[in-house]
């Protein structure tokens, strides 16, 4: 193996092309060597406006290439699975977006895979790689807010368009695969376990049939977590860790920019008028470009991803469980 880990992606999607692999060209250990589509030509053009070497016209083409250590899977939800273990299987090491599958049962069998075939394969959470995250929990191990008791975020973007795959159901569309799955990830992050139920209400899309407003409570043996998520609001994002003795709020928690620092805030007073307010600033950086490294370093030299499998498999019983709740309209058990 090279002294970068060299990667193929399977598909031109949206958030490849545009964010993804030109920070991993960056990566001080990683680098992208291949692309592949169905359509040779948008692959072709893909590969020549980003720099890869090589373009290919089916995946299973980009999997047989020996000179390919590990895959990225930006495809779409109902097709990270398949993918993930044909390339598993292939030899290749793999970084899949979020949400990992459709359901428990499909992660159950990609954790099958990788320990049938010795790869590592890790989800694509860049927020667990990048320094306003990593400081984050630091000052909640160091109890500068005091006992985390309560999460609260919102997430949400402006969608309307039937052609696009978050809208489409059979394809794993909708708000809480898309985006609700980070502000599950980040309550479990934060609280350092998993919930012991839920409940949950979503307002579907008459047309797409898409989850297009959800809002859940999840339960923690240590405090809440509250959140709502839509694909059809303004956009905005935003998350606040409540302590017994602080407040922690991330101001762009996902979609942090890489063109300007960025920062959080610690309310040490509880002041109204945010007069106890501190903030800290963290330098110009790229999260694709530190999440790249971070899987790259446990491939390379050993060591555990950053986000696992088995982390994968909890989000996913959170998101079943709250699938289930909205229809039971009652709390539900997360099962793994």
Request: proline share 5%.
């Amino acid at each position: 193996m090279s002294t970068k880990l060299r990667f193929g992606v399977l598909s031109t999607a949206a958030i490849g092309i545009r964010h993804v692999i030109p920070a991993m060209q960056l990566g001080r250990l990683t680098t992208v060597t291949a692309i592949a589509s169905r359509d040779l030509a948008k692959a072709r053009k893909a590969a020549s406006e980003l720099n890869i070497p090589k373009a290919y016209g089916y995946y299973d083409e980009l999997l047989a290439d020996p000179e390919i250590d590990a895959i990225y899977n930006p495809l779409p939800n109902n097709l990270h699975v398949p993918w993930s273990i044909k390339a598993a299987e292939a030899g290749k090491h793999v970084l899949c977006e979020k949400p990992l599958s459709m359901n428990v049962a499909e992660a159950r069998s990609l954790i099958e895979a990788r320990d049938r075939t010795g790869v590592k394969i890790a989800e694509a959470f860049m927020i667990r790689s990048f320094r306003q995250w990593l400081r984050l929990r630091e000052l909640l191990d160091e109890q500068r807010i005091g006992e985390l008791r309560s999460v609260a975020g919102l997430f949400s973007y402006f969608n309307t368009d039937p052609n696009n795959i978050r809208s489409q159901v059979e394809m794993g569309g909708g708000g809480v695969y898309d985006i609700g799955c980070y502000l599950i990830h980040s309550s479990r992050f934060a609280f350092g376990q998993e919930p012991t139920r839920v409940v949950a209400t979503i307002d579907r899309d008459p047309q797409m049939g898409i989850d297009r407003l959800a809002s859940a409570i999840l339960e923690f043996p240590k405090g809440h977590a509250i959140f709502t998520c839509s694909t059809q609001l303004i956009p905005y994002q935003r998350i606040h860790f409540m302590g017994t003795r602080g407040r922690i709020e991330i101001e762009i928690p996902y979609n942090a920019p890489n063109d300007r620092p960025t920062r959080l805030f610690v309310d040490a007073t509880g002041n109204l008028t945010g007069s106890g307010i501190s903030s800290e600033t963290f330098p110009v950086s790229d999260q694709y470009t530190t999440q790249g490294d971070a899987f790259a370093e446990a491939v390379l030299n050993g060591g555990e991803v950053p986000v696992t499998l088995e982390d994968a498999l909890g989000n996913m019983a959170v998101i079943e469980a709250i699938f289930r709740s909205a229809e039971s309209g009652k709390w539900e058990v997360p099962v793994l």
